[in-house]
């Protein structure tokens, strides 16, 4: 029984991880400090992806 157990969170666990690699969004977290340096280097190959994403954080931060 532990063996089925082990097995069906290992493939759930994968599965969850698998999915975690997008691109960060442009939230408050992510804008600013340390969230903005690691959501940047998620863009290294992507210039118009970086940009949109830089111009997001701004919008969100005059909106504040």
Excluded: H
């Excluded at 069906?8 to 340096?37: F, R, T, W, Y």
């Excluded at 992507?46 to 909106?63: M, P, T, V």
Aim: charged share 25%; hydrophobic share 40%; aromatic share 6%.
């Amino acid at each position: 029984m532990n063996f089925k157990y082990s097995v069906v969170c290992i493939i759930g666990l994968s599965i969850a991880l698998i999915g975690c690699d997008g691109v960060p969004e442009a939230d408050a977290v992510n804008c600013s400090g340390k969230g903005m340096e690691k959501a940047l280097t998620a863009f290294k190959n992507d210039e118009a992806g970086r940009q949109a994403f830089i111009d997001k954080c701004n919008a969100l931060n005059k909106e504040k």
